[in-house]
């Protein structure tokens, strides 16, 4: 993609409506655009990013036996009354039609799953079944200073298992959260899974996974030694006690930022909407269902609070808007290298805009992609098709022929 053409803009100045560091980056390398609080529009680049993640979350979830749906996002109040949710939610959005009917925007989807999923179910044959869905999610949020890390409205995974037995259930959960482990590891990140209160929901036991940020907004305790992690809301340890669950370790405290989470729902909402099946002993009984959610938009302003420099964003290179940010210099002629990079099936944005070489580094450094290429008359006049290479996590540069670059950013 060609940077002039790109209708984006660097912009030189954080917004001043904005607090965090994901949100003033963001916006400042024209990835979103605040429409109000909690509330953003995504533009070409950070689309990109989006896509990014939501293909690795996709990937994972296929792999573990997720089907891929996609359900309303408006629903009826009577669903919400049935479960309780309608009275018991505080963030639940709410809204009202001309006509004075009250409906409430998803935040989480148990409400129409369960009984979608439940009208496919007759038998213990049809168990276990698996589905998710990737899709815009609402919460009627009293503040939303954090960017992306706090939506008003976000895009959320949100997957529903449906077991015949709790040992199928814990089977499954134990693979979900495994898969957790690894969509987080090939973001680029390091997530802690907490025991949490199953909130709203159930006093069942169920995880959340965190990342270590100053931008989060949960404090939690860790154990340096082995995996133990808890919120301080429900600790009843404190900083610099031993770990009581490997005896070696200590207790740090951190801030961290809610990534995900996975809940064992047990029987609530299959005997709330009283969908059954019939066992093997031909008994009609309730299935046990779980709940696995991932934060996609959430996640790409705690990619942001991680991976940034004074400069700008430090993209890691699975979710980048693209893999080389490509630079011509002085007026130098970049077209060839822009083919040749293109027709390799390299991802590519071009910075052919008429601007200074400092306007273009910075703008380079601001927007982070992983491969930094430069082109200029100087280069060009060495002969060999000569480019300069850089890392954008890195200081030094290379100069080398366009093959070698390439084989080197592959
Ligand atoms: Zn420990």
């Known amino acids: 993609?060609?940077?002039?053409?790109?209708?984006?803009?660097i912009e030189r100045n954080a917004p001043k409506d904005e607090a965090t560091v994901n949100a003033q980056l963001l916006a400042r390398g024209g990835f979103v655009s605040k429409l109000m609080a909690g509330v953003y529009s995504y533009l070409p680049l950070g689309l990109r990013v989006l896509n990014n993640i939501e293909n690795i979350v996709r990937e994972e979830m296929d792999a573990v036996g997720g089907q891929e749906i996609s359900m309303p996002i408006i629903h009826p109040k009577s669903i919400w009354m049935t479960t309780g949710g309608w009275d018991?939610?505080?963030v639940l959005f709410k809204v009202k039609s001309r006509t004075e009917k009250d409906y409430a925007l998803g935040q989480s989807e148990e409400e129409v799953v369960t009984p979608l999923v439940m009208k496919y179910v007759n038998t213990y044959r049809d168990l276990p079944k698996a589905v998710y869905q990737i899709n815009w999610k609402f919460r009627d949020e009293l503040r939303s200073k954090s960017g992306l890390l706090r939506g008003v409205e976000f895009l959320m995974k949100d997957m529903y298992s449906f077991h015949e037995?709790?040992?199928?259930?814990?089977?499954?959960?134990?693979?979900?959260?495994k898969a957790y482990f690894r969509i987080y590891e090939r973001l680029g990140l390091t997530a802690k899974a907490t025991e949490a209160s199953g909130g709203s929901f159930t006093q069942k036991i169920s995880y959340e996974f965190m990342v270590l940020t100053d931008a989060g907004e949960d404090d939690i305790l860790y154990c340096d030694a082995c995996e133990f992690c808890v919120n301080v809301e429900i600790a009843k340890e404190k900083e610099g006690d031993k770990c009581t669950r490997c005896g070696k370790g200590t207790l740090a405290k951190a801030k961290a930022s809610e990534v995900g989470n996975v809940f064992d729902l047990g029987q609530k909402f299959v005997k709330d909407f009283d969908v059954t099946f019939t066992d093997k002993e031909?008994?009609?009984?309730?299935p046990i269902m779980g709940c696995y959610g991932i934060g996609i938009s959430r996640l790409m302003g705690v990619i942001v609070e991680k991976y940034h420099d004074e400069g700008g964003i430090v993209w890691p290179g699975a979710v980048a808007p693209f893999a080389v940010h490509l630079l011509s210099l002085n007026g130098a002629d970049g077209e060839k290298i822009y083919e040749?990079?293109?027709n390799a099936g390299v991802k590519v944005l071009y910075d052919d805009r008429e601007a200074t070489p400092g306007e273009k580094f910075a703008s380079a450094d601001l927007i982070g992609i992983p491969w930094r290429m430069v082109v200029s008359p100087k280069l060009l006049a060495e002969g060999g098709n000569k480019v300069e290479i850089k890392r954008r996590s890195e200081k030094d540069s290379q100069t080398v022929g366009l093959e070698e670059a390439l084989k080197i950013i592959k």
């Open 1 to 9: 993609m060609r940077q002039s053409q790109l209708f984006t803009k």
């Open 88 to 90: 018991k939610i505080d």
């Open 165 to 177: 037995t709790q040992e199928d259930f814990e089977r499954y959960f134990a693979e979900v959260k």
């Open 282 to 286: 031909g008994n009609k009984r309730h």
């Open 340 to 342: 040749t990079l293109q």
